[in-house]
Structures are given as C-alpha cells and as structure tokens.
C-alpha cells in the first residue's frame, strides 16, 4: 500500500476537452490508470490496476456501480464481482478516488504555478522597464556631472578673477584714498595761502575754488593775472591736472 500511495503522488495528468480525466503511473510492479468520462450521466470510469506481482484487473464503472471487471484479460461473473471481488474492487476504488483526489490538487497546483509564473513574468518585465529607465536615468545622471564639473570649473576660474579684481579694486580703493588725502592736504594748503596773502579773510569766506594749468577762480571770480600764476605754478603739477572745491554752506 506505501508503494501505490507513492505512485498516487508521482502521477502523470493530462484533460481533453470531452471532459475526461487520464491518469496512468507506476512504481515497480505496481501499476493504475484509470479514465473518467464526466461527459455522460452518471460518469463512466474505466480502471486498469496491478498491485505487485498481482493480476491485471480491468474494471468499468458508472458512477459508483460495477459494470464489468476482467483479471488479466478474463471477464468476471456478476457473483463474484459482488462476491470473491468485492474487496479489490473497493481497493480499486479507494485508489482512483485517491488518484482523483491527487490529480485536482496537482491541477490546482498547475494553475497556482501558471499564474505565478505570469506575475513572475510581469514582474520580470517591470523591472526591465525600471532597469532601463535607470540606464537612462544613470546616462542623464553622468551627463549633468559632466556639466556641473564643466560649471564648476567655470566658478573656480571666475573666483579666480574675481579675487583679482577684488585686489586691483582694492590697490585702487588704496590709491584713491591717498590721492583724496593728497588733494585735501593741497587745498587745506591753498586756503592757508589763500588766506596769508589777505585774498581771503578767514578760510570760512571761501565757496568755490577752482585751479587748473590755465586759470585760478575764487568764488567763482577770476584773481589778478600775477596772483593766478602764482598758485598755478605752485600748485599745478602738469597739464591736466585740475582741482576743485564747493562748500554749500
């Protein structure tokens, strides 16, 4: 009885579209096959079983009633199918009611196999599409560093000369300072003069100067032609140079 229960779990299943069910399997010298026809009323079953070294039985079935029954080959009488019979005739049964029994959960099996192998597929073409859009997403991704690195460089050079600007800005920032304090220090030096040689009373009376290589103005006014070369050749250092005061006050 182990050897055809292990027959029972090894067998090999095929349906057609008649509505019948094959099953055939053997282990050694034990051997089934049987065929449900569930396409007529009641279904018919034809069964073929040897147990061991036993007899070839051969029983035919509707529904659950014994048509005929021949032992290798030579049919059985009607007494002893209900007779000598009767207890390999329930063995029979018992094993293809088993036989059934393993075959639907082997079909369900199937099934559960199919559709997960469908999902698997589904699944496995999803994550090609992801991979692809990562490929694309990865060649995007290179393509912007490239550009930031580019950039980036860009920057750096641009630092550069902006930290060079920044020091020419402030080398000038330095030379207009000293240059502002210079032209303070000549005119604080012209109103002293100005003042000292009586042109002027007090610094305070002085509104506007103007001095350049061609004329000296006071207040807006033109000075004396001797006193204008005085300054100007005192003052004026070239051509173009020119120096200039307005006090609103």
Do not use: C
Not at 23 to 32: A, D, E, I
Not at 167 to 175: L, P, S, T
């Amino acid at each position: 009885m182990g050897r055809v229960l292990f027959l029972l779990l090894t067998l090999i299943i095929s349906r057609n579209s008649f509505g019948q069910h094959h099953v055939q399997g053997n282990w050694g010298n034990t051997y089934l096959y049987f065929d449900d026809d569930s396409s007529s009323v009641p279904p018919k079953t034809i069964a073929v079983y040897r147990n061991e070294n036993g007899p070839l039985y051969t029983l035919r079935m509707e529904g659950d009633k014994v048509l005929d029954l021949t032992v290798d080959g030579h049919a059985v009488s009607s007494d002893s199918i209900n007779g000598s019979y009767k207890v390999v005739i329930q063995e029979i049964k018992v094993q293809v009611e088993r036989a059934r029994v393993q075959a639907r959960l082997d079909r369900q099996q199937a099934e559960r196999d199919r559709e997960q192998a469908g999902r698997d597929r589904e699944q496995a073409e999803r994550d090609r599409e992801q991979a692809e859009r990562d490929r694309g997403q990865s060649e995007k991704d290179r393509q912007q560093a490239g550009r930031d690195q580019e950039q980036a460089e860009r920057d750096r050079q641009q630092a550069g000369r902006d930290r060079e600007q920044a020091e020419h800005d402030r080398e000038q920032a330095e030379r207009d300072r000293k240059r502002a304090a210079e032209d303070r220090a000549i005119m604080q030096s012209i109103m002293d003069d100005l003042v000292k040689d009586g042109l002027v009373p007090d610094k305070e009376s002085i509104h506007s100067l103007k001095i350049n290589a061609d004329e000296f103005l006071l207040n807006g006014k033109s000075l004396p032609e001797a006193v204008q070369k005085k300054y100007i050749g005192k003052y004026v250092t070239g051509k173009g140079y020119s120096m200039s005061y307005h006090n609103e006050d």
